[in-house]
C-alpha cells in the first residue's frame, strides 16, 4: 500500500493534480493540504507546526511514495517581480524566500522521513526555469528568480541526503511552464502561442515526467516535457 501527497492542493496546479491522482487510482490514499483548507487538510508553508501536523496525519496512513509541493510566490497584491534595482524590498524578498524556498524545505523536514527506506519514491516540488542561474539572459524579477534558484540548492541537497537513507529515492524540481493560474495571470500577454497551458493539461504533463524519472536523475530540475533544466 502506497499514498501520494499534494501540498498545495487548492491551487490551479496541485488542485489538477490531485484530482488526476485520484481518477487514476494508482494509490490507496491521496492526501490534499492547503493553506485554506481547515481541520487536518491545513497547511501553511510559514506555520512550521501545522506543517508538522499535516506530516503526522499522513504518518497514520500507507506510506507515501509521491509527495508533490505545488506551492508559491510570484505576486500579491501590487507587489510582484521586481523589474529593476530600485524596487527591492527587503520584505517582499523576505516573504517570496519564505514561501519559495524555506517553506518547502521545511515540508522536506516532516514529509522525508515518512517516504520508505527503500524502493522508487518521489519527492517533487515546483520551481522555475527562471531560477536558473546559467539560463538568465534577462535579469529583472529578483526575489522571484533568487528563490527558486535557493530552491534548486535544496532539492540539490536534499537529494544527497535522502540518497542515503534510500538509494531509489528520487528528490527533484519540476518546472510546469506557464499555466493558466492566479499566479500567472498578470504576465501571460508575453506568453508565446501554444504555451499557456491549462492546469489539467499541465498536472498530466507533471505527472508524465515524474514516471519517467530515474534515480540518476535526482537532484536536479525537470521541465514539463521531460528535459533536464540547467541549474
Known amino acids: 500500500m502506497s499514498s501520494a501527497v499534494i501540498i498545495g492542493a487548492s491551487g ?7 484530482a488526476a491522482l485520484v481518477e487514476e487510482a494508482t494509490f490507496d490514499k491521496v492526501y490534499g493540504f492547503a493553506r485554506s483548507y481547515g481541520g487536518d487538510r491545513h497547511i501553511d508553508l510559514l506555520d512550521e507546526a501545522t506543517i508538522a501536523a499535516a506530516a503526522a496525519t499522513v504518518s497514520t496512513g500507507p506510506a507515501p511514495t509521491l509527495i508533490v509541493i505545488a506551492t508559491g510566490v510570484l505576486h500579491d497584491g501590487d507587489r510582484g517581480p521586481e523589474k529593476s534595482l530600485r524596487e527591492l ?21 516532516h514529509f522525508l522521513p515518512l517516504m520508505p527506506r527503500s524502493g522508487r519514491c518521489v519527492f517533487a516540488a515546483l520551481s522555475a526555469r527562471v531560477g536558473s542561474i546559467s539560463d538568465n539572459k534577462l535579469g529583472g524579477w529578483y526575489g522571484y528568480r533568487a528563490s527558486k534558484a535557493a530552491l534548486n540548492q535544496l532539492i540539490r541537497t536534499l537529494a544527497i ?28 500577454g508575453n506568453v508565446q502561442p501554444g504555451r499557456l497551458f491549462d492546469a489539467e493539461r499541465a498536472a498530466l504533463q507533471l505527472l508524465d515526467t515524474i514516471e519517467g524519472l530515474k534515480v540518476p536523475d535526482s537532484g536536479k530540475l525537470f521541465d514539463y516535457e521531460g528535459g533536464e533544466v540547467p541549474f
Open 161 to 188: 541526503e535522502e540518497k542515503r537513507r534510500n538509494d531509489r529515492a528520487i528528490v527533484v524540481g519540476l518546472h510546469p511552464g506557464t499555466v493558466d493560474t492566479a499566479l500567472s495571470k498578470p504576465f501571460q
Open 12 to 18: 490551479g496546479i496541485g488542485a489538477a493534480l490531485e
Open 89 to 109: 524590498d527587503p520584505e517582499w524578498l523576505a516573504k517570496t524566500f519564505a514561501i519559495n524556498a524555506i517553506g518547502p524545505a521545511i515540508v522536506a523536514k
